[in-house]
């Protein structure tokens, strides 16, 4: 089964319009022969707009961070997929570790917002992973299972497929510690397992794994069996390093 490698730069809190304006113009050339490899870039909610409008006709797709799952309403702060559409945003991360950790993201709240950004029609990369004391306690797998089982609730099982799920080990995310290939390998293979229990779309589901990429590492991650792409931190920072990431996905 063979699945287009998705690589993804989560430019988190970075990045004014004219920084992120910057960084766009850089990587577009240097990404634009990458066929066989999906791109997008994830800006600030404020360089949404720009990037969609930098990015046009190019290989680049421009995904949001977040969104609430209502159409509209009142909550304050908060963006809805309707509006990340207007824009001409094409997809959104769900369920990052530092909007779990740092803004109380729950599994509840994902189980309605996956189905919110499927029924929009933008693709949702979903992520999932464990603490450091999670994997230090043997916990790793009952930890992304209940993760998957509650985010996945309300999602059609023939809509599997159209969802990515990101597996980010939270000790790997910014530290330099990225996991082991076989360690990347194993959870990433797992997550496929357990969806593979719920849908018969499992092997076409993309799962990407997400932690200190680099340029220098990302060949071997890549090159993993059940790897499908990867979401970078760091490194999506630079025109360069994220380019190197891109290119070292070409099938
Ligand atoms: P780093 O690549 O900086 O470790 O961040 C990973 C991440 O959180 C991507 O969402």
């Known amino acids: 089964m063979s699945r287009v490698p998705l690589i993804a730069g989560n430019w988190k809190m970075h990045k004014t319009v004219g920084e992120a304006e910057a960084l766009i113009q850089a990587l577009l050339p240097r990404v634009a022969s990458l066929e066989s490899v999906e791109i997008a870039v994830c800006p600030p909610f404020t360089a949404l707009a720009p990037m969609v409008d930098s990015a046009r ?16 309403g009142a909550f304050t702060g908060e963006v809805s997929a309707a509006m990340l559409l207007d824009l001409g945003v094409s997809g959104v ?42 994997r230090l306690a043997g916990e790793t797998e009952a930890h992304v299972r209940a993760q998957l089982e509650s985010d996945f609730a309300a999602v059609e099982p023939e809509r599997y497929a159209e969802v990515v799920v990101a597996y980010e080990p939270i000790w790997a995310i910014g530290t330099g510690r990225v996991a082991t290939p076989a360690q990347a390998q194993e959870a990433v293979a797992f997550v496929r397992s357990v969806l593979a229990e719920r849908s018969a779309e499992a092997e076409r589901i993309r799962v990407l794994y997400g932690g200190s990429v680099s340029g ?36």
């Open 216 to 251: 220098e590492n990302a060949v071997e991650l890549l090159a993993l069996a059940d790897v499908d792409g990867a979401l970078v931190g760091g490194a999506s920072l630079t025109a360069e390093s994220f380019a190197a990431i891109c290119a070292a996905a070409r099938q």
């Open 57 to 72: 006709g190019s290989r680049v797709a421009v995904f949001a961070q977040n969104m609430h799952e209502a159409d509209h």
């Open 93 to 134: 991360i769900l369920g990052h570790s530092e909007r779990r950790a740092f803004f109380g993201e729950t599994d509840a709240a994902l189980a309605r917002k996956l189905p919110a950004a499927l029924t929009a029609g933008l693709t949702p990369i979903l992520c999932v992973g464990e603490t450091e004391a999670q």
